[in-house]
């Protein structure tokens, strides 16, 4: 697996620059949505940290970026969650505390990745109170990159002392290049209709190609968008019943069609710049635009953002759906 990493440019210019100034941070967020390539920045930063000619960038070639890309450095340690996404603070938190003691095998730092921190739920308060001291004084040799959706799960006390660097969407271009060069024996139009589901969103499009989880949310997203056009209330019900007892593809349609909804509200304001919109259904969102007032537009996606909250906030999956479609027949 290669070094690369697709956009994000400003980022990229940032770690060079400290590299060659030789004032490294040593904590550092990472944070932005699924598929924007967290990890694959986080494994960039230490690639360049580590890289024996040091001079901003990964080369890629010498023994330590080698190692980077194949996997095995010693001084690269990524640390797991459990099954759920949770990290068991005696088990893999506390044992970095007391490791960052050691000195790196043979680089002149030792990376700890902590990524996806915000899956952590029960936990991630207590993660970062006990990496507090060693993010405040750490030694000389100690670098933590942490990942998260969101920058909101970060404490206070933490935020302040770390570098924060925001993932975001390469262009639709880019994406298709990177599709091109990265994905084997795939036709042209199919790499063109995983970029118009996952827009500048490579994880995503990805995804799609697989026909793994986001492209079923894609799918059921695109079908409760098609039975709200018809404001149909028996379609609605039967669109939301194939995410019924999948509460994470529910979430992921329901967020999918929260981007269908915001794109029609642009069109219904006059946005037209195609670049504006994110959702993975433009089609979608013209019908939608054009059969709901600008009014029922905003209704519709106050409702939407609403119901995202509720399925967050651990609800009955089941009612809450059913509830859900009642909204949605009413607001449109
Ligand atoms: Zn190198």
Redesign the pocket.
């Known amino acids: 697996m290669g070094l690369d990493v697709c956009g994000n440019s400003t980022a990229l210019e940032l770690i060079r620059k400290m590299i060659q100034k030789g004032r490294e941070q040593r904590s550092i967020i990472i944070h932005g949505e699924k598929g924007l390539g967290k990890k694959q920045l986080a494994r960039y930063i230490a690639?360049s940290y580590l890289?024996?000619?040091h001079d901003g960038e990964?080369?890629?070639?010498?023994r330590?970026?080698t190692m980077v890309m194949h996997g095995t450095h010693p001084d690269i340690i990524n640390v797991q969650a459990n099954a759920n996404g949770n990290y068991i603070v005696d088990d893999s938190i506390r044992p970095i505390v007391a490791d960052s003691a050691v000195m790196p095998n043979e680089s002149r730092y030792k990376v700890y990745i902590i990524p996806d921190l915000d899956r952590s739920v029960n936990t991630a308060v207590a993660v970062q109170n006990i990496l507090l001291k060693l993010i405040e004084e750490p030694p000389a040799h100690v670098v933590i990159i942490m990942t998260a959706r969101s920058k909101e799960i970060f404490l206070p006390t933490i935020v302040s002392r770390t570098l924060s660097l925001s993932v975001s969407c390469v262009s639709e271009q880019e994406c298709m290049q990177y599709l091109r060069e990265n994905t084997e024996q795939l036709s042209e139009s199919q790499l063109a209709e995983a970029v118009s589901a996952g827009r500048g969103n490579i994880g995503r499009c990805l995804s799609y190609l697989e026909k793994d989880s986001f492209y079923d949310s894609v799918q059921a997203a695109r079908a409760l968008c098609d039975a709200s056009v018809t404001r149909d209330g028996y379609s609605i019900l039967a669109a939301l019943h194939g995410v019924e007892g999948k509460k994470a593809l529910a979430r992921d349609c329901i967020t999918l069609f929260g981007e269908i909804v915001r794109d029609a509200c642009a069109d219904r304001l006059g946005e037209t710049d195609e670049k504006l919109s994110v959702s993975c259904y433009a089609q979608g969102a013209r019908k939608l635009c054009s059969s709901l007032s600008a009014s029922e537009c905003a209704r519709l996606y106050d409702t939407v953002c609403d119901y995202t909250g509720r399925i967050d906030a651990n609800c009955n999956l089941s009612l809450t759906l059913n509830s859900f479609a009642a909204k949605l027949s009413q607001a449109v």
Request: net charge positive; hydrophobic share 10%.
């Open positions: 690639a890289c024996s000619r990964p080369c890629g070639k010498c330590s970026c």
